[in-house]
């Protein structure tokens, strides 16, 4: 069965973290913290550098994006027909289809097999779906330990801390803030632990051994899967991923339903443009695969949970739509200026970045996130690296109009910001009143200091609150137009 048929089911808290403080508040904090700042100048432009090469190394890659948003445009239109393809494919080869409407759903789900296989801890692949639906937490509170393997998430974990990168959940954090982290948490460490790259991943290494060795159930997302022969794949560096998809018994995998591709050839497609994209790598070193449950080899119980999550609702809008065909490479994070000085922590969604000022009001709704649209300087950067071409700039552009929207429908009383643009409409519907108001206005003699303004006066003043505006001109375009062709 599939949801497609059903009436969209509000998610409740998809992606959005509890008592996240509204983007302007949180990103004027981070922009404070000097240290953070630094960290992912660094982390970003070495990333940003890697995917310039490798990406110039194609002479075809214009061709490979538009071959991307070709494939995801085709499949969101018969999403359902795909996933029951999936499904049937999956069930064939020995494996357990389950649908999760929603995070307490999918939750409930998890901690039901894992209590099942009689397990009290799990390992689990990095994931950006059990990330969305808070599963650690859900399980944490049925009795059962989530560790996470990826070298990233396992320092976010030790650290009580949060993602804030798709790619990299712990790009704020440096070596020696690593280190101290592990000295602090990890009871089995080296106290002589030093900063050295090498010297920490051996700590996390030895660290997880035994976790991989004892381990009942191993936990999954998915970057795709593949309806026509039930098959599911997952990209990784570190090869810990491997270790949790082939050890356990159990294995359990979470994926949204946006990720399914029809075949093959069309998984060639992107394992061109993920690996470039995220890592700058032409491939992921390690790419896993498995179809259903092989006797005698690996996990002998393949559990598939498809996470709807507010993504049927999502597929209903043009926009929304396509937001579903992002594949997390977080290309657009590394090259936008906004992410780059604040971080991802600022935008309070598991999905940070211009991807998530996108996808967090399509997923939990605009009024939720209805400052998440305006968190980008719109300079088009990120559409330009999307190896999907996903036009995020419109699509910003498109849930700001709808935010202004739903606050004009909802107050009464229009805002300072509608009343000034309600006057100014009205001033330059005739060329007469035009030219009064630039009379009397007298904008030509706002005082500036070289070239710029710093403070304008209410109601324009929020304007001015986080940037200069010019100086504007002492001749006016009519007076200049007058002066140089003559006439009125
Ligand atoms: S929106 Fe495009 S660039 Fe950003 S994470 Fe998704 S696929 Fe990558």
Request: with cysteine.
């Amino acid at each position: 069965m599939t949801f497609l048929g059903m009436p969209p089911v509000a998610p409740p808290g998809v992606g959005h973290l509890q008592g996240a403080e509204a983007f302007p508040a949180a990103a004027r904090r981070a922009l404070a913290d000097s240290q953070l700042r630094a960290n992912l100048a660094k982390a970003t432009s070495t990333i940003r550098a890697k995917r310039a090469r490798v990406v110039g190394e194609l002479p075809d890659w214009e061709e490979l994006r538009a071959a991307g948003e070709a494939v995801k445009t085709a499949t969101m239109a018969r999403l359902d027909e795909h996933l029951e393809r999936l499904e049937a494919e999956v069930t064939a080869r020995g494996g357990t289809v389950h649908w999760a409407r929603d995070a307490a759903e999918a939750n409930e789900i998890v901690a039901g097999l894992v209590r099942g296989a009689g397990a009290t801890e799990v390992v689990k692949v990095k994931s950006l779906a059990t990330d969305e639906i808070g599963l650690n937490d859900a399980l944490a509170a049925h009795g059962i330990a989530a560790w996470e393997t990826d070298l990233a998430e396992l320092i976010v974990q030790l650290g009580a801390d949060r993602p804030s990168h798709i790619l990299v959940p712990a790009i704020h954090r440096n070596r020696a803030e690593i280190r101290e982290i592990f000295l602090r948490e990890m009871g089995d460490v080296d106290p002589g632990l030093t900063d050295d790259p090498a010297a920490l991943a051996e700590a996390a290494r030895l660290h997880l051994r035994r976790k991989f060795l004892s381990a009942q159930v191993g936990i999954s997302g998915a970057n795709f899967a593949i309806a026509e022969t039930g098959t599911l794949c997952v990209v990784e560096s570190e090869g810990n991923g491997r270790m949790c998809l082939t050890l356990p018994r159990t294995l359990i995998t979470v994926m949204g339903i946006e990720k399914v591709l029809p075949s093959w050839a069309d998984l060639a497609v992107f394992l061109q443009l993920l690996p470039r994209s995220s890592t700058g790598e032409r491939m992921n070193p390690y790419t896993s695969m498995w179809t259903g449950v092989t006797p005698g080899d690996g996990p002998q119980q393949v559990h598939l949970v498809l996470l709807d999550n507010g993504r049927t609702a999502a597929l209903a809008s043009g926009t929304g739509r396509a937001a579903l065909h992002c594949i997390r490479c977080s290309a657009c994070l590394n090259v936008c200026p906004v992410y780059e000085r604040t971080g991802g922590h600022a935008y309070g969604s598991v999905y940070p970045g211009p991807i998530g000022a996108v996808l967090s009001p399509q997923l939990t709704g605009v009024e939720r996130n209805s400052s998440l649209p305006y968190a980008s300087s719109l300079c088009g950067a990120c559409y330009e690296v999307c190896p999907v071409r996903i036009d995020i700039p419109s699509i910003l552009v498109e849930l700001r109009a709808r935010h202004v929207e739903e606050s004009r429908q909802e107050h009464r009383v229009p805002s300072a910001e509608a009343a000034t643009m309600a006057a100014a409409a009205w001033v330059m519907g005739r060329p007469a009143r035009f030219r009064a108001a630039q009379r009397a206005g007298r904008l030509g003699r706002l005082a500036g200091r070289r070239g710029r303004i710093r403070r304008l006066p209410p109601p324009l003043a929020g304007w001015t609150s986080a940037r200069d505006a010019p100086v504007p001109p002492a001749q006016t375009f009519r007076q200049w137009w007058r002066q140089e062709r003559g006439g009125s």
